[in-house]
């Protein structure tokens, strides 16, 4: 991730945040933007856990970005592998963040909504730490969590 070029991130560019006003496409919530990498952003659409994509096909858009950007000369010596390879952490990177708000805004601000994505959330970031052959002190993590949520503690 540290290679690419910092962009302008969202870093909350999901699909609640996109809004169609008068046939164009609107986004809100940039409170949290700021300069980083945009596999972020990329992340955050095609992996989310309110609206998840089968994980084949979030690589196939992922895929086409990558595509698109190297013909734009916006990814300098980063090949499909180096690119997906940094779509996956960014992925995880954003799932543990999600699942973080997810749990702040159910537990804390009392919006027990946000409780229903936990789960989804949770099969992100396990595809995710799969995909990425990293991380096993991660993936017990999940584990546990499924756990103690199957117990409603």
């Given amino acids: 991730l540290s290679r690419q070029r910092p962009v302008f991130m969202h870093r909350d560019f999901q699909s609640r945040n996109i809004l169609v006003r008068e046939g164009k496409l609107r986004l809100i919530d940039f409170q949290t933007a700021h300069r980083g990498t945009g596999l972020y952003d990329a992340a955050s659409l095609l992996r989310d856990p309110y609206h998840p994509l089968p994980s084949e096909r979030s690589h196939l858009l992922a895929g086409e970005l990558h595509g698109r950007l190297r013909d ?29 708000a997810f749990v702040k805004l159910g537990t804390v601000k009392g919006k027990k909504e946000f409780l ?38």
């Fill in 116 to 153: 229903d994505s936990i789960p989804a959330g949770l099969d992100l970031l396990e595809a995710g730490i799969d995909e990425s052959g990293r991380f096993p002190s991660m993936k017990r993590m999940v584990a546990a969590v499924r756990e103690r949520l199957e117990k409603g503690t």
């Fill in 72 to 100: 734009e000369g916006a990814l300098p010596g980063i090949g499909p592998d180096e690119f997906r390879e940094g779509f996956v952490l960014a992925g995880i990177q954003r799932d543990l963040q999600a699942l973080a």
